[in-house]
């Protein structure tokens, strides 16, 4: 029977990469200066593993690579190494280089050889620097024993096993057969300790035995059957006497004992137990199958609450066929909403996923920007949409780096200023409502607002004088283009990032804020819909149409009052909400409902915020609020300015989602908004 | 036919020993860690244990003492799967009641003549 060991390769890639995170994460935690035992430990068994596995699965490469690794590291264990930052240094890009040889594997590709046998050489240096032995000293059981030559006549073997043979599980009848599978063998039993049978303890060994083994047989094959019992058993192998080969040329073989060094003292208590618990069991799906069941459950949202329009219209039943409609439409519902749940919950994961890469990007950022940086996360539980979890990642790279960069400031500056010289950049996250609010905060300088200003007038951003307020300012830095960095590091300063931030944050359907304070650091606050398959939706009406507007991206709702509306540069409408002014949109004109238009005094006007500008829109009627399986546009139709998708409705009826961040952008960016909204976004009841 | 559990937190060397095992004829169970294996031990009964050394929350070793100290276990052959370069971890297993052990790596074929041998 064979097996091919290539089905197990993608499992051990994968394996692998996980273990080489959770070494790269223990390293930077020794690097922090802690000294954990259990921290070494998991990096050593996560090098061991793959070593192992390496090994096993025929890549040789990367087994012998991550033995020298695995050495040093036992060095370190066994307290022979002291761990310093270069030895650190080393480990870390052994991580980078074992990652990039799984990959190239996993491809295909080749590696970078040499980079990973100057690697190579680093780790020997760093091995023979450190300790005595070479790190191919382990080598030990391939080397031959010095009596391996085999002898032609064959062998004289006491086999005096202990009493409590029997307990390691091993059998003197299994060692009996397999010798006998190698040559003839006489068998001469020794009962002369044997008990009497009353006295005898059957969980006990007794007896003995002489065995003349004879035939071509190599003292090795020999030691491989008792290996397994040295030291629980008196054993004398000796060559028989041959013509051409004298008995005393040979000395009385002794039992290997080489390696047979005292149990070391291995404290191996369980290292990063916690993390291992936390990830629990779990099962590969692929994301298309749980995508088809979570749009099959949208599907059933919308027929359960088609259903309970229906059970709320039915007339004409009986008093108890009422109420057992009633309670099974009830009972529908509240499974539906559970299943809804349950399955969402199965696409989230905690956001350790995008945080784990911070620890070594801050790490190597500011080592090279000569900066002292403590990297603090909290929330790393909290749970989010996978697609969301990944579309965020770059964002947040972004700001990390330019908390380091601009935010941080160079050790003696914070000296001289009194801080800590030690900044600390901070990563959070937490729910709040259906929202999930990141917040990247750092202890550094803040944004600086003068030079903000300035740099904003030489580019013709801002007018030459006059006050400007502090929003405006903040809202400088997310201007594409817009970049205070004096010189242009290949860190960050290309003034390419802020205004892609946002706009990839807002693709999310969330948003971002700052606050600054001068001296004292930034914080950006991130806040993202935990997932992009359900909104909360306020549903309004617009002539004989329903739309829905986002419940976030609402600031209140109002009655029109007619004083308050004014004509600016005699074509756009704007109203007067409290001491400012905003654009109205009349979605009628906007969409061309047909129908009179509106008379504004009888409409409502939502105001809806986006892109930190406000806007009213016009609508004649505030219906429900609803959770809404949000449909793509733009896969089962095309996209549609001011339109972000659609969904079905309880009585079957297809509804607009609103953009208000679109909607906002037309309505300030052009004066004419009407006629920018190209074509008519209406559905037919 | 014989059963054996089969101990390791890695994945893939635990897939390679079960399929191999099983494609042999044996009846496999696997558990991923000395605790998981020490747990399933109790409830059920075995010919032979198969365990990696290095694992968290308990490794082989222990594993293998808690084992000897089972009644049900006394007498059980218990193999460690252990690297080259771990002598000492074959005589620690050995101090814990271990049979004996494979060497990393082994490779299928290997394997079961391994497993033949103790279960004849």
């Known amino acids: 029977m064979t097996v091919d060991v290539s089905q197990f390769h993608q499992v051990f890639f994968e394996e692998s990469l996980e273990h080489l995170a959770n070494m790269e994460s223990a390293l930077l935690q020794l690097e922090g200066g802690g000294n954990d035992p259990e921290v070494v430990n998991v990096i050593f068994r996560g090098a061991h593993s793959i070593k192992g596995g390496g090994a096993t699965f025929g890549f040789q490469a990367v087994a012998e690579f991550t033995h020298l690794v695995e050495t040093l590291l036992e060095r370190i264990r066994s307290g022979k190494t002291a761990i310093s930052p270069e030895i650190i240094a080393v480990l870390l890009e052994s991580v980078d280089a074992l990652r990039d040889m799984i990959g190239a594997l996993q491809t295909g590709a080749d590696g970078d050889a040499t980079r990973n046998a100057a690697l190579q050489r680093q780790l020997a240096e760093v091995l023979a620097g450190a300790g005595e032995t070479s790190p191919h000293a382990s080598n030990e059981a391939r080397a031959a024993p010095p009596t391996a030559c085999p002898v032609d006549a064959g062998w004289r073997i006491q086999f005096r096993p202990h009493r409590h043979f029997f307990r390691t599980g091993n059998d003197p009848y299994r060692i009996l057969r397999e010798l006998s599978a190698l040559g003839r063998l006489e068998v001469r039993a020794d009962i002369s300790t044997l008990p009497p049978l009353l006295e005898m303890d059957p969980e006990e060994c007794y007896l003995a035995w002489e065995l003349v083994l004879q035939g071509h047989i190599a003292r090795a094959e020999i030691d491989e059957i008792f290996a397994w019992v040295e030291g629980d058993c008196d054993l004398s192998i000796d060559p028989l006497a041959t013509p051409n080969q004298p008995a005393s040329a040979m000395t009385t073989a002794e039992v290997r004992h080489s390696d047979d060094k005292p149990a070391s003292q291995v404290a191996e208590r369980r290292a990063g137990q916690e993390r291992r618990q936390a990830e629990g069991e779990s099962i590969r799906v692929s994301i298309e199958k749980i995508d088809t069941i979570i749009n099959m459950v949208g599907e059933l949202v919308i027929t359960q609450s088609m259903l309970s329009q229906v059970g709320a219209a039915v007339h004409g039943l009986n008093d108890a066929a009422m109420e057992c409609l009633r309670d099974g439409l009830a009972q529908l519902e509240r499974n539906t909403r559970e299943l809804q749940e349950g399955v969402m919950r199965i696409r989230m994961l905690p956001i350790s996923f995008a945080f784990s890469r911070f620890p070594r990007l801050v790490h190597d950022l500011s080592s090279k920007l000569g900066k002292k940086v403590e990297l603090k996360l909290s929330g790393e539980q909290t749970e989010l949409d996978k697609t969301v979890m990944e579309k965020i990642g770059d964002p947040l790279v972004h700001l990390v780096r330019n908390a380091l960069d601009h935010g941080i400031e160079a050790p003696d500056v914070r000296r001289a200023q009194g801080k800590p010289e030690v900044g600390e950049i901070h990563l959070d996250a937490y729910h709040q409502g259906g929202n999930i609010v990141i917040e990247v905060s750092d202890d550094g300088a803040g944004l600086n607002r003068e030079r903000i200003v300035a740099k904003a007038r030489e580019r013709g951003l801002l007018p030459a004088d006059g006050e400007i307020d502090e929003e405006r300012i903040i809202d400088l830095i997310f201007d594409p283009g817009f970049s205070t960095a004096e010189t242009v590091s290949d860190v960050s300063g290309r003034g390419v990032g802020m205004d892609v931030v946002r706009r990839n944050i807002r693709d999310l359907g969330g948003n971002v804020e700052v606050t600054s304070e001068s001296g004292r650091g930034s914080r950006f606050t991130i806040r993202l819909p935990l997932t992009l398959a359900i909104l909360d939706g306020q549903l309004v009406r617009v002539g004989n149409q329903v739309y829905i507007t986002p419940l976030v991206s609402i600031v209140e709702s109002l009655q029109v009052r007619r004083e308050r509306v004014n004509v600016v540069a005699g074509r756009a409408e704007v109203y007067r909400l409290r001491d400012e002014y905003i654009p109205i949109m009349d979605l009628r004109k906007v969409f061309g409902i047909n129908g009179a238009v509106s008379n504004l005094a009888e409409s409502l006007l939502v105001v809806v915020e986006g892109d930190g500008k406000k806007v009213g829109l016009v609508v004649d009627d505030l219906l429900g609020q609803q959770q809404v399986v949000i449909k793509s546009l733009e896969s089962n139709f095309k996209p549609v300015q001011g339109i972000s998708g659609a969904t079905i409705l309880g009585d079957g009826m297809v509804a607009l989602i609103l953009d208000a961040g679109q909607l906002v952008n037309t309505a300030c960016g052009n004066s004419a908004y009407a006629g920018s909204l190209s074509g008519k976004a209406t559905v037919a009841a | ?120």
Request: aromatic residues 4%; glycine residues 6%; hydrophobic residues 45%.
């Open chain 2, 1 to 120: 036919m014989a059963t054996i559990l089969a101990v390791d937190d890695s994945a893939s060397m635990r897939q390679m020993v079960v399929m191999t095992l099983k494609g042999a004829g044996y009846d496999v169970v696997e558990a991923v860690d000395g605790a998981a294996a020490l747990q399933i031990a109790k409830s059920k009964s075995f010919n032979l244990v198969l365990t990696d050394v290095n694992m968290p929350k308990m490794d082989g070793i222990t594993l293998t003492r808690e084992l000897r100290a089972l009644p049900a276990y006394k007498f059980t052959p218990i193999l460690t799967l252990t690297t080259e370069s771990a002598a000492e971890k074959k005589q620690e297993g050995k101090a814990a009641g271990a049979t004996g052990w494979i060497v990393k790596p082994f490779n299928p074929e290997q394997l079961i003549s391994t497993v033949k041998r103790v279960l004849g």
